[in-house]
């Protein structure tokens, strides 16, 4: 009986308290309440420049390239996805679970002149990574003042 005493610690309610906080913003942002299915992907994503090319990543670990599907409409890049459950055939009991499963999309709006029809994918390590040729800005340059004198 006396080992089923346990000493409080700080810690463990710090993380039962992250756990419950997450659970309450995963129902009220998109999960499914008390669900093990499909609380909803977002992948991260990152945008830059880089030696004329608009570089865009999407964090995709665990999801097969196959299903991952990009579109270009108008200004609006979107990658669409779903990352599926591995099922086993041995029966287990799930403790905890940080990873989601099931369907995700993202859209990034694209800067005005990138070239849509250049756009190239490469997926490494769990990263799917876009490139997009953009136009070489117009260079700026100072107009110089000529004064008239009055004669």
Same mark, same amino acid.
């Given at each position: *009986?006396?080992? /089923? ?6 810690? $463990?309610?710090? /993380? $039962? ?9 995963? &129902? ?7 669900? %093990?299915?499909? #609380?909803?992907? *977002?992948?991260?994503? %990152? @945008? ?6 608009? !570089? ?7 999801? /097969? ?5 990009? =579109?270009? =409409?108008?200004?609006? #890049?979107?990658? &669409?996805?779903?990352? %599926? $459950? ?13 990873? @989601? ?5 993202? =859209? ?5 002149? !990138? +070239?849509t029809d250049e756009i190239k994918a490469a997926y490494h390590q769990g990263v799917l990574e876009l490139t997009i040729p953009v136009p070489e800005q117009p260079k700026s340059r100072k107009v110089p003042i000529?004064?008239? =004198? +009055? @004669?």
């Amino acid at each position: *009986m006396a080992s /089923d005493v346990q000493t409080w610690s700080p810690f $463990r309610e710090l /993380d $039962r308290f992250r756990r419950d906080f997450d659970d309450l913003l995963n &129902r009220f942002l998109g999960g499914r309440a008390g669900s %093990e299915t499909e #609380l909803g992907l *977002m992948p991260a994503l %990152e @945008s830059f420049i880089d030696q004329g090319k608009l !570089v865009v990543r999407a964090d995709l670990p665990g999801i /097969d390239p196959k299903n991952v599907e990009i =579109s270009v =409409s108008g200004d609006q #890049l979107t990658i &669409r996805g779903k990352r %599926e $459950r591995i099922h086993e055939k041995k029966e287990h009991d799930l403790i905890h679970r940080e990873v @989601s499963y099931g369907n995700f999309e993202r =859209s990034v709006r694209l800067p005005e002149g !990138v +070239k849509t029809d250049e756009i190239k994918a490469a997926y490494h390590q769990g990263v799917l990574e876009l490139t997009i040729p953009v136009p070489e800005q117009p260079k700026s340059r100072k107009v110089p003042i000529q004064v008239e =004198s +009055k @004669s």
